[in-house]
């Protein structure tokens, strides 16, 4: 399974752009990239998943290079209720049997 | 929006006792998983489960932990006998045959130790 590296936690001000990047160097051929959102008290959401360039849905964007060895999630315009653990997972698309969550990106949205 | 539901939502226990936490996973979903979160540390793979058996599970899921499904629809996680280190926020997860492997989380079980 792949290692994933993320900032421990980020500060922002409601209204900006927030990137949160996670390095994954050894990342395989097969894996995608995911990334959840955790608010305190509640299991992981599924925020996005991507293979490689770019991504968008609703709620978030996600950039990854050509080499596919990092990946940055991007929250437009945050909110308060963005305050949450964010988490990047690399694994095969499918999920697979053992979803591993590493220590994620405690982001903090200040008024 | 379908949704795992567990119960109980929280749960106090003496040491030494069996615990039995439920889940129903999401109806057409057919990978079922064990999470648990000690209180500001990061979620933690317990097990999954798949096809009647054990999948995968980590090295916390120990014998004093099983899990069952016992009848199609709910998914229990037994712990025999519960130690201090045991008291968590326990989470069931389900998936589909979706292509993102998304997994839907319940809202957990928070299990107390004395």
């Known amino acids: 399974l792949a290692k994933t590296t993320q900032p421990i936690s980020m500060d922002s001000y409601e209204g900006q752009e927030v990137n949160i990047t996670c390095s994954h160097n050894n990342i395989a051929t097969n894996d995608y990239i995911t990334w959840y959102q955790q608010f305190p008290s509640q299991g992981p959401r599924f925020i996005i998943q991507?293979?490689?360039t770019k991504v968008t849905n609703e709620v978030a964007s996600l950039f990854i290079p050509a080499d596919r060895k990092s990946s940055t999630l991007s929250l437009p315009r945050v909110s308060l209720s963005d305050t949450a653990v964010y988490y990047c997972?690399?694994?095969?698309?499918?999920?697979?049997?053992?979803?591993?969550f590493g220590a994620g990106t405690r982001l903090f949205v200040k008024a | 929006e379908p949704e795992v539901t567990q119960t109980p939502s929280h749960q106090v226990t003496q040491m030494g006792q069996e615990v039995i936490l439920r889940c129903v996973p999401i109806?057409?979903?057919?990978?079922f998983y064990w999470y648990r979160q000690i209180l500001g540390q990061k979620v933690e793979f317990l097990v999954s489960f798949y096809n009647n058996e054990i999948s995968e599970k980590s090295e916390i899921f120990d014998d004093q932990f099983s899990v069952e499904r016992p009848d199609g629809s709910n998914f229990t996680l037994k712990i025999r006998s519960t130690k201090l280190e045991d008291s968590a926020m326990y989470f069931c997860a389900s998936r589909g045959r979706g292509i993102t492997g998304e997994l839907f989380f319940g809202e957990g079980s928070r299990l107390t130790v004395l």
């Open positions: 991507g293979y490689k």
């Open positions: 109806s057409n979903h057919l990978y």
């Open positions: 997972l690399v694994g095969p698309s499918g999920g697979g049997f053992k979803t591993i």
